[in-house]
């Protein structure tokens, strides 16, 4: 997709950077001098305004955010047009998307993936709770922010139980993350979002993808015939995990683990048993990666560290070295 021109404002905030490039149009980091806090807006690209169906979309996704309160989804803040685009802003996710970690660092611990996995499942109990179901899990659009919490984006195609946006037959989903009922273009329940999750959490813990092939057919293929065991998973996952994440992966949803919420609880009481102190276990992994692996570095740190800054504390460092060396000599 072309990149626009980065705009100097969009509303009354001013942007700071383009942090990412998504199907519909750019993802914009703002700063909203009112409140100082710093924000994200998503733009739909203007050429896109005229596809009835994106647009559609786009409203989906605002709709379905704001019915949702939940620390483990991102929060929308408002929804508006101007000169002709929509404009989405929400909370600013100072992290890194789960894609981003995985291509740099393709197997994680153990304690990590539990951590990650359970954020995903409280953020769906919530979700489906509500009637809605995700739809489109996958890595990119997971987000893991510094203090260690993981955040649910991208609603744009969930759906409303019982409100289908697509004609029956229609696949929206990304091919690779998608549950057999998906790729076979039948109606998704809460259990295709818990089977799209399995994928990730298999993904997580073993460094592969369980059913990728180098085109879409194929991987849809696997998808509909390939059956996950214990014996996929390396030695270090212990068995209860394994079979959490086989049962998330059952091919037939009548036999899935049949909610996110048992899932949860399933997990929360493996975690229990882990030996690891599990209190802030994502944050400090993330501090340890962030010094061993070149992952891109946040906006923030970019914008946190102007030249003037650093000339400002090279001086200071030598007036006080200076000083020192006055007294001692
Ligand atoms: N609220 C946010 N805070 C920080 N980064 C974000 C936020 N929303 C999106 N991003 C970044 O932009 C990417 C694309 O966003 P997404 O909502 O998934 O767009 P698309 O619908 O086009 O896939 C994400 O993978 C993430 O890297
Ligand atoms: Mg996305």
Known sequence: MKKSKAPEKIGQYSVQDC????????I???HDPSLDRMLVVKRMQLALRGIEDLVQRFNREVQVLAAMNHPN????????????????????????SLKQILDKVPKLPVWVVCSVLWD????????????????????????????????????GIARVENQEMT?????????AYMSPEQVRGESTTELSDLFSL????????????????????????????????SIDFPETVPGEIRRLVCRMLAKDPARRANSA????????????????????????????????????ASPIWKKSKPPLAWLASAAGIGLVAGFILKVVF
């Not at 942090?19 to 149009?25: A, F, V």
């Not at 995700?134 to 987000?143: E, F, Q, T, V, Y």
């Not at 399995?198 to 194929?218: D, Q, R, S, V, Y």
């Not at 919420?261 to 802030?280: A, F, K, V, W």
């Open 28 to 30: 914009w980091l703002c």
């Open 120 to 155: 995903c499942l409280s953020a769906l109990v919530h979700v489906h709770t509500r009637r809605f179901v995700h739809r489109d899990l996958k890595p990119g659009n997971i987000m893991v922010d510094f203090a260690g919490q993981t955040k649910l984006l991208d609603f």
């Open 198 to 229: 399995g994928i990730i959490a298999f993904e997580m813990l073993t460094g592969k993808h369980p059913f990728k092939e180098e085109n879409a057919e194929k991987t849809s293929k696997n998808i509909l015939s390939k059956n996950i065991s």
């Open 19 to 26: 942090i990412g490039q998504g199907s519909m149009g750019e």
């Open 167 to 175: 004609l029956p037959g229609t696949i929206l989903g990304t091919a």
């Open 73 to 96: 989804i991102v929060q929308v803040y408002g929804y508006w047009m101007e000169k002709g685009q929509l404009n989405l802003s929400m909370e600013f996710i100072n992290g890194w």
């Open 261 to 296: 919420y048992i899932c949860l609880m399933e997990l929360d009481t493996i975690m229990n048993g882990l030996p690891r102190d599990l209190s802030h276990p994502l944050s400090s992994w993330l501090r340890s990666v962030r010094k061993e692996i070149p992952l891109p």
